[in-house]
């Protein structure tokens, strides 16, 4: 029987940290006329896009007034622009471990923080779209936990027959949010989180090019 394989995508399949830093500081510029720290919005990554705003305007002692709104706005306009010129490529092993896994017939899906605009421009710039089948996007949802829940939604709707449910993420928020749902969980050390932060995960691997080994385990 297939498995169901939910992936995140930034730190997972590909590494736009950078690209999505810029994006987000020039957003902040442009609405707040301030200049945050790299850093500060750097570490709220894990988190589903209006959550990480208010977290950033309430450390800087900033009502929202409808700016959080505008500041995701200004954002995705400089992020699908910079995504669709930047120097991209997928992760190690990727684009491998998708092709072992729909020539094994399993069913294969996006879990990811991104709002959808900028998730299907990523998708798309790095023609990986056609590997997936299901993609649960930000889309106002209140935590990671609802996004993979709404994947398994889209596959029970589709009524996959899949025996387990494996997430693959870069963060200590995709493990666990993979464990609120009994999936097996993989940790790829990939991202801009240290290594250490995956040890819950029930494997964690240096990049996605040791995939036979979470076929092994699964």
Do not use: W
Request: glycine share 6%; charged share 25%.
């Amino acid at each position: 029987m297939a498995n169901l394989f939910l992936f995140d995508i930034d730190g997972t399949l590909v590494n736009l940290t950078d690209v999505h830093a810029q994006a987000y500081l020039k957003a902040y510029k442009d609405v707040l006329d301030i200049e945050i720290p790299r850093e500060q919005i750097i570490i709220q990554f894990s988190k589903t896009e209006r959550p990480m705003h208010e977290e950033v305007f309430q450390e800087l002692g900033i009502k929202d007034d409808g700016r959080i709104d505008k500041v995701i706005q200004a954002f995705e306009k400089y992020d699908v622009k910079a995504i669709q010129s930047a120097d991209i490529e997928p992760l190690p092993g990727v684009v491998d471990f998708l092709e072992h896994l729909v020539n094994t017939d399993e069913y294969i899906g996006v879990i990811t923080g991104c709002i959808p605009t900028v998730g299907s421009s990523i998708l798309r710039r790095l023609d990986l779209s056609r590997y997936f089948t299901i993609f649960s996007y930000d889309t106002g949802l209140p935590s990671r936990v609802e996004i993979v829940k709404n994947a398994i939604g889209q596959a029970d709707a589709k009524k996959y027959n899949y025996q387990r449910i494996v997430v693959i993420g870069d963060t200590e928020k995709d493990i666990t949010s993979g464990k609120a749902v009994n999936a097996f969980t993989v940790g790829v050390a990939t991202g801009h989180a240290p290594k250490s932060s995956l040890y819950e995960a029930d494997l964690v691997l240096d990049t996605l090019v040791e995939y036979n080994k979470i076929m092994e385990a699964v």
